[in-house]
């Protein structure tokens, strides 16, 4: 034995004789299932989030067709546009208003229906009279759960004229945080 050797402490290995360890096949195995379990883990935990960004959307869609899960409705009361209002006084019911709407759905997805805010104001600006209306109350019975991405909807409404003169009118739409 040469001088060198004796002199080196026992826990320092000869570089020659030191190997890394090798993984088994079955180790990267079941490393690789570990690792896809907890992915679709935190897709499913998640697909509330990722359906909630326009961004991620149809990666939560395209991951809840592989796993059978099913995603929150879409919600965005921004994406809805009135194409056409109209207010009028009914000739023939003192006191009573029809109003007419048409909307668009410009959502790429489709989406809850939402609640319609209508708001009645006076000459001055002040509003006199707002009521969200529900899907119950301006759509028929039986109708779809959502409105279909491009979809138009009709609507018609009587109303009691408010006890002042109400002279301009706005329409709004709220949808419901997704839950």
């Known amino acids: ?23 088994s096949p079955a180790i990267w195995l ?8 907890l992915v679709m883990l935190v897709l499913l935990a998640g697909r509330g989030t990722l359906a909630a960004s326009a961004s991620t959307r149809p990666l ?3 991951a ?3 796993l059978g899960c099913s995603l929150p409705l879409w919600r965005d009361a921004s994406a809805f546009r009135m194409l056409e209002h109209d ?3 009914l000739p023939d019911t003192p006191g009573a208003l ?3 709407a048409g909307f668009r759905n410009e959502a790429p997805w489709p989406q809850a229906w939402p609640q319609l805010l209508l ?3 006076d000459s001055n600006g002040q509003p006199l009279a707002q009521r969200a209306f529900t899907p119950e109350e301006y759509l028929p019975q039986g109708h779809p759960e959502v409105i279909g991405a491009g ?15 109400a002279v301009a009118f706005q329409f709004g739409f709220i949808t419901s945080p997704i839950q």
């Open 119 to 121: 708001t009645l104001s």
């Open 98 to 100: 029809r109003v007419v």
């Open 87 to 89: 207010i009028r006084s």
């Open 64 to 66: 809840c067709a592989v």
């Open 151 to 165: 979809q138009t909807a009709s609507l018609q409404l009587l109303l009691r004229e408010p006890a002042r003169e």
């Open 30 to 37: 079941a490393c690789g299932v570990l690792l896809v379990s």
């Open 1 to 23: 034995m040469s001088q060198t050797t004796q002199d080196t402490p026992s826990f320092i290995a000869n570089h020659d004789e030191v190997t890394a360890p090798e993984a």
């Open 60 to 62: 939560a869609e395209k």
